[in-house]
Each structure stands twice: as structure tokens, then as C-alpha cells.
């Protein structure tokens, strides 16, 4: 009798680590999902802000037209400020304006994840070869027309963005324009590509 006493509590701690292991597995899984979302990038001019919608449409500058929804974890970015929501977004954002969209695929869906204003009162722009590009450390550093050697931190999205050639892309001082903020005395690129 205790050894099948013994064997039924052997049985029994073997379904418990079964069913934990499991959950852990299936939640570990699911976070990944969410945070491997792949991040893609379009630079445009808005078209139309549906406020009751609460979507945005961009003709990027392919011509090819974007609809994208936005929602309570996207993030505006100007020239002096950046904020959250799909309120401040409905608010903020023009027909005409200049932006740059980084945004999620839910299925036939374009979530919009980040919005950055260009020109006038968005992100500042700068052009020059790449001198290095550190995707761990999220920096890349460019050389301008007069010799200027800029460091800039990466958003992840930017991270993100960059293709993975980039990093063969520095190693041939490729031309690139950065759009970037500045924070506390530090460049941070949004958003950057080849010219």
C-alpha cells in the first residue's frame, strides 16, 4: 500500500511540472509573439484623419496608399514633444503633413506603432556617409558633407527598420538622411534611409 501510495504522489508531482512547464512554455511563447512583431517603415504625406475611426491614410512617397489605425500605444513624435494615444494623434496629425509611420501588420490591418512629424516642426533631417552601424548597441554614426562625424542613438524601431544589409551598407560609407530628436543632449534617430 505505500508503494502505491508513493507511485500515485509520483504520478501526480509528474502532471503538476507537466502542467507548469506548459503554461510557462505557452506564456513565454505568446510574449514573444508580441514583442517579435515585425516593425516596417513608410515615409509619406497624410492624406486623410477619419477621427471617429480613429485611422489615419498616408500616400507614401512609392505613391502607394496606407491606412492605418491607431490605437492607444501609438506614439507621436514632433519636433518638442512626444505623446501616446489615438486621442492625441486625432488631434495632432494634418492633411499635408509629412511623416514618417512605423507600424505592425494584424492581418490585413496597419497598425500604426510610432507616427513622426517632418519638416518644419517634426523631426530635424541630416545627411552624410555611415561611418559605423552597432545594432546591439542601437548607435550608428555618420560622417556629413563637411566632415562632421554625428553619433545618433536608435529607436528600437529604427533598429528595427534597418535592414539587415546595413551593416554591410556601413563598411561602404553608404549615404544615408537621419531623422532625429534630441534628448538630453543626444541625437536619437527615428528613422533613416539610403539615398
Known amino acids: 500500500m505505500a508503494q502505491l501510495q508513493k507511485a500515485?504522489?509520483?504520478?501526480?508531482?509528474?502532471?503538476?511540472?507537466?502542467?507548469?512547464?506548459?503554461?510557462g512554455s505557452v506564456s513565454i511563447g505568446t510574449s514573444l509573439f508580441a514583442a517579435g512583431d515585425v516593425v516596417?517603415?513608410?515615409?509619406g504625406t497624410?492624406?486623410?484623419v477619419d477621427k471617429a475611426a480613429k485611422t489615419v491614410s498616408v500616400t507614401a512617397v512609392d505613391g502607394t496608399?496606407?491606412?492605418?489605425?491607431?490605437v492607444e500605444r501609438t506614439t507621436i513624435h514632433g519636433a518638442a514633444a512626444a505623446y501616446k494615444g489615438s486621442e492625441a494623434a486625432v488631434r495632432d496629425l494634418t492633411e499635408g503633413s509629412r511623416v514618417i509611420v512605423h507600424y505592425t501588420k494584424k492581418g490585413s490591418e496597419e497598425i500604426?506603432?510610432?507616427?513622426?512629424?517632418l519638416g518644419k516642426d517634426g523631426l530635424k533631417a541630416s545627411e552624410g556617409a555611415v561611418t559605423r552601424f552597432d545594432r546591439a548597441?542601437?548607435?550608428?554614426?555618420?560622417?556629413?558633407?563637411?566632415?562632421?562625424?554625428?553619433?545618433?542613438?536608435?529607436?528600437?524601431?529604427a533598429a528595427q527598420d534597418a535592414g539587415r544589409d546595413t551593416d554591410d551598407?556601413?563598411?561602404?560609407?553608404?549615404?544615408?538622411?537621419?531623422?532625429y530628436s534630441e534628448d538630453a543632449g543626444?541625437?536619437?534617430?527615428?528613422?533613416?534611409?539610403?539615398?
Open 8 to 23: 500515485w504522489i509520483t504520478i501526480v508531482l509528474l502532471m503538476w511540472i507537466v502542467v507548469v512547464i506548459g503554461i
Open 186 to 195: 543626444h541625437k536619437i534617430a527615428h528613422f533613416f534611409e539610403s539615398r
Open 169 to 179: 551598407a556601413a563598411k561602404q560609407s553608404a549615404h544615408v538622411v537621419v531623422y
Open 46 to 48: 497624410v492624406k486623410k
Open 40 to 43: 516596417s517603415g513608410v515615409e
Open 137 to 157: 548597441a542601437k548607435t550608428m554614426s555618420i560622417k556629413t558633407a563637411d566632415g562632421t562625424e554625428e553619433t545618433y542613438r536608435l529607436t528600437d524601431h
Open 65 to 70: 496608399e496606407h491606412t492605418f489605425h491607431l
Open 112 to 117: 500604426a506603432e510610432e507616427i513622426d512629424h
